[in-house]
């Protein structure tokens, strides 16, 4: 982490109070920042200037994120349970165990709109969603209460791709309540459509796994080109459906959506994880 590539003592310990008070309190003049650090203005303006010079903060006392992560040494060890400032083992065991469940509810809204049976639908795997869930966050408050800053922003980051995972089993339990309430076949070129983009989720998020898990930065220039389909299946759909009765077209663009938005979350805690591992957050190609 930050703090630990400038030192733990004296001068350097002092500049990573500055970085920390800055990221915490965003405070608007120096003097604010001073008193804030317990240091004196002059002694402060000394110690700006050689963070200003090396990026890791810029005018008007702003922290620069990409500086910030760039310099953190330990990010890139997630794994690494007796690394310092490291979430360690457990953390990404949690995440791997809730992205298993949330995996089961999208692959089980599939096959409800595809009229397949499955051993447990998504709306019975919630409740499993829900507790894998609350056992990563737990563990990330733990986490946050031991280390020193700035390990609340890689924790803070990681109940993020928590929250996006949840939010996805969220989503599949949506589609599936939608095509159990209308009840409605949906075949012919639409329905291979519909079955293209739920392919697309699923590898979308096989890549965002072998990201976050595996530490494989590569495949995220396949998982944006994944997306770029989307994309074009997405809008070519919309095209499509607009020949249906308001009904049927209200059907689609319910499902359809919902979709999309569970595909972007995984998008999301993809670029997410590139950060973590990489200290660069990729741009966003939006969904």
């Excluded at 350097?12 to 109070?17: F, K, L």
């Excluded at 919630?126 to 966050?137: C, D, G, M, P, Q």
């Excluded at 096989?206 to 944006?224: M, Q």
């Excluded at 994309?231 to 607009?242: A, G």
Aim: with cysteine; aromatic share 8%; hydrophobic share 40%.
């Amino acid at each position: 982490m930050y703090g630990r590539s400038l030192g733990v003592g004296g001068r350097e310990a002092t500049r990573v109070q500055i970085v920390e008070a800055i990221d915490r309190t965003a405070p608007q003049t120096k003097s604010e920042l001073a008193q804030a650090v317990g240091i004196s203005e002059q002694y402060l303006s000394e110690l700006l200037q050689e963070l200003k010079a090396e990026g890791a903060v810029r005018k008007g006392y702003v922290v620069d994120d990409d500086a910030l992560y760039a310099s953190a040494d330990h990010i890139t060890k997630l794994s690494g349970g007796d690394e310092d400032n490291s979430p360690g083992a457990d953390v990404l065991e949690l995440l791997n165990r809730l992205e298993s469940v949330t995996a089961r509810q999208y692959d089980a809204a599939r096959a409800a709109f595809a009229g397949e049976s499955v051993d447990r639908s998504a709306e019975t795997l919630e409740s499993l969603t829900n507790e894998r869930y609350s056992a990563v966050l737990s563990e990330l408050k733990s986490y946050t209460l031991t280390t020193d800053w700035p390990g609340n922003r890689v924790a803070s980051d990681l109940a993020t791709i928590a929250t996006n995972l949840e939010i996805i089993g969220d989503r599949a339990c949506f589609i599936a309540d939608v095509v159990d309430r209308e009840d409605t076949d949906t075949t012919g070129i639409v329905g291979e459509r519909m079955a293209d983009i739920f392919e697309s989720g699923a590898r979308i998020n096989d890549y965002f796994s072998a990201i976050l898990f595996d530490c494989e930065l590569t495949v995220h220039e396949t998982l944006r080109d994944e997306e770029e389909t989307v994309h074009r299946d997405l809008d070519e759909l919309f095209e499509l459906v607009t020949a249906y009765d308001p009904e049927m077209y209200g059907y689609l663009v319910t499902v359809t959506r919902a979709l999309e938005r569970a595909i972007y979350y995984w998008v999301d805690a993809a670029e997410l994880a590139v950060q973590l591992h990489s200290g660069v957050r990729p741009e966003h190609t939006s969904i």
